[in-house]
């Protein structure tokens, strides 16, 4: 998702629109990380890796795990 400019979505807002298109509780977001930009790989694709990478990094400066 990537959010108009100037405005920073928040968790309890991505939660009610997934909820009012049927999404699943288990399908639902426990937390909300905004990103300057995506990891890519070579061939253009997004690094799923490298984001998990990103994604731990901040969650353990944040004392989260």
Known sequence: MVPRPGTKPMLE????????????VLQL???LELI???????VG????KGLR????????Q???I
């Open 13 to 24: 807002e991505v939660v009610s629109f997934l909820k009012g298109k049927g999404a699943s």
């Open 29 to 31: 977001p426990e937390r």
């Open 36 to 42: 300057d930009e995506l990891p890519m790989t070579k």
């Open 45 to 48: 694709k997004v690094d799923k």
């Open 53 to 60: 990478e990103v994604i731990k990094k901040k969650m353990e």
């Open 62 to 64: 944040e004392g989260v």
